[in-house]
């Protein structure tokens, strides 16, 4: 089995209920998220899953110099940061892809695959 990280990006502006447009939307795509992840772990397929905070909450280490920096903020200027994430074993990239699908569904937002080395 191959593992895949399934990425989940979502807008950079977070409003009161994330990046769901209201509290209904919210609840039902973290019970639908919820159900999914039961199935993956059922199914032998989840290997660990998490919500992530803000982008704005990060912050950068440079460690290649003598002295390491440390900076505020995402690494990259983007409209869309990852908001979680899902770390999963499939038997291949297309089951991974439906995996992602379904993924995708429950959370409401876009799913990036790819595979570790």
Request: aromatic content about 12%; charged content about 20%.
């Amino acid at each position: 089995m191959t593992q895949y990280l399934l990425s989940v990006f979502g807008p950079a502006e977070r409003g009161e209920f994330g990046s769901y447009p209201d509290r209904e939307t919210m609840v039902k795509a973290m019970a639908d998220t919820g159900v999914f992840n039961e199935r993956l772990q059922a199914d032998g397929h989840l290997l660990y899953a998490n919500g992530l905070a803000s982008a704005m909450d990060a912050t950068v280490v440079d460690g290649q110099g003598e002295t390491p920096v440390f900076s505020d903020g995402p690494y990259l200027e983007s409209k869309e940061y990852i908001g979680g994430f899902w770390i999963i074993e499939a038997a291949d990239f297309d089951q991974a892809l439906a995996l992602a699908a379904e993924g995708s569904k429950a959370c409401q937002g876009r799913v990036e695959v790819r595979p570790f080395q």
